[in-house]
């Protein structure tokens, strides 16, 4: 048991580091003048979908449910937290007011993932994945017909520009479909930090995840994945362990959304869509399924390949589609795990186990 938990905890900070040396590099390259603009414009968005698709993985991968609607989430935690933002941008210092943001923004995703996740998670396979793309796609309608102002009397809800009526010197903040505008100018006196901040929120994504899944709920989550009737049958309450990991996978991914609306100048909710949802999807599978390490790589990889690629504007898609199919082989063909296998070995320096004839 010792010997397994020194294990763990050597893999969970083998996994800090890698986040700690992908940072201190893109600093050295930056402050040399090697990184483009282009790169710097990407920093960011590659924090957020870090984010999230290693909170999605505690679901795909660690719960072994189909959920498609991890946007939603993001929308609901990017909404919220810009509202907050903008009501209390003169009364609250930058610093105390984003991490207030993150919190609202994490505790109202969460919610809504308790909400949706009791009678969802009842359901299993592809029902559960068609569920979740409706609440996705219900809660990004609800948002674009809602609109928010605040005046002297307090905050105003209404259903159409028409209907909010505020007292002189109100100001709008959410506008239907046009969303919120100038969130991003709200934190400019930290705009340049929030590279460091996604870094430091990816760091608490993974130690939330991986406590998690080596912990007593983590091991009684899986054992629900690889066997339900076996799960049930030992005395484990599959549903309250897998309404916990979509909770907590919601909330991160509410975490996910905070930094995505903090960092554009126009918050709209048409891009909180079901392509988003697909994507973040994508960068866990080809990762490689409860691999944390591997949603990391896999969400660099994918997300900045197709903009570096800009250049190449006739061939940039072939070459993103190549990368793709050599990914998932690389990841799952058979003949390349046992590869990958034999090689971990060799670099243990242990012998390869030899086939029984």
């Given at each position: 048991m010792k010997k397994n938990m020194t294990?763990?905890?050597?893999?969970?900070?083998?996994?800090?580091?890698?986040?700690?040396?992908?940072?201190?590099?893109?600093?050295?390259?930056?402050?040399?003048?090697?990184?483009?603009?282009?790169?710097?414009?990407?920093?960011?968005?590659?924090?957020?979908y870090t984010i999230a698709s290693l909170s999605l993985n505690l679901v795909v991968g660690f719960s072994g449910e189909l959920s498609l609607g991890h946007a939603g989430f993001m929308c609901l935690g990017a909404y919220s937290s810009a509202l907050f933002s903008n009501v209390v941008r003169d009364a609250i210092p930058s610093v105390p007011?984003?991490?207030?943001?993150?919190?609202?923004g994490a505790a109202v995703a969460g919610v809504f993932g308790a909400l949706i996740g009791i009678p969802v998670l009842r359901l299993r396979g592809d029902y559960?994945?068609?569920?979740?793309?409706?609440?996705?796609?219900?809660?990004?309608?609800?948002?674009?017909?809602?609109?928010?102002?605040?005046?002297?009397?307090?905050?105003?809800?209404?259903?159409?520009?028409?209907?909010?009526?505020m007292a002189a010197g109100g100001k709008q903040i959410m506008k239907g479909a046009l969303g919120i505008s100038g969130t991003g100018t709200i934190y400019k006196d930290i705009k340049g930090q929030f590279f460091l901040i996604g870094i430091i929120l990816i760091l608490i994504t993974l130690f939330i995840v991986q406590n998690l899944v080596n912990s007593r709920s983590g091991r009684a989550i899986m054992a629900?994945?690889?066997?339900?009737?076996?799960?049930?049958?030992?005395?484990?309450?599959?549903?309250?362990?897998?309404?916990?990991?979509?909770?907590?996978?919601?909330?991160?991914?509410?975490?996910?959304?905070?930094?995505?609306?903090?960092?554009?100048?126009?918050?709209?909710?048409?891009?909180?869509?079901?392509?988003?949802?697909?994507?973040?999807l994508v960068y866990v599978v080809l990762g490689g399924i409860g691999n944390l390490r591997g949603s990391i790589i896999a969400t660099i990889i994918l997300y900045a390949l197709p903009e570096l690629l800009r250049g190449f504007?006739?061939?940039?898609?072939?070459?993103?589609?190549?990368?793709?199919?050599?990914?998932?082989l690389f990841n799952w063909a058979p003949a390349a795990r046992t590869w990958k296998s034999r090689m971990v070995e060799k670099f243990k320096g242990n012998k390869p186990k030899k086939e029984a004839a």
């Open positions: 294990k763990t905890t050597k893999n969970n900070f083998t996994t800090y580091a890698m986040v700690i040396v992908i940072f201190i590099v893109v600093q050295t390259l930056s402050s040399t003048g090697n990184l483009s603009n282009l790169l710097k414009g990407l920093l960011v968005p590659l924090c957020v007011r984003l991490i207030i943001a993150i919190l609202i559960l994945a068609i569920v979740t793309l409706a609440f996705g796609e219900i809660i990004k309608n609800l948002i674009n017909i809602l609109y928010v102002g605040i005046d002297e009397n307090g905050l105003h809800v209404a259903a159409s520009s028409a209907g909010l009526k629900a994945r690889d066997n339900r009737i076996a799960a049930e049958s030992i005395g484990i309450n599959v549903t309250k362990y897998k309404l916990l990991a979509f909770t907590v996978s919601a909330a991160l991914a509410g975490v996910a959304g905070v930094l995505y609306a903090h960092n554009l100048s126009m918050l709209k909710v048409s891009i909180f869509d079901y392509n988003m949802s697909i994507m973040i504007s006739t061939y940039r898609m072939l070459i993103y589609a190549i990368v793709l199919i050599a990914m998932m």
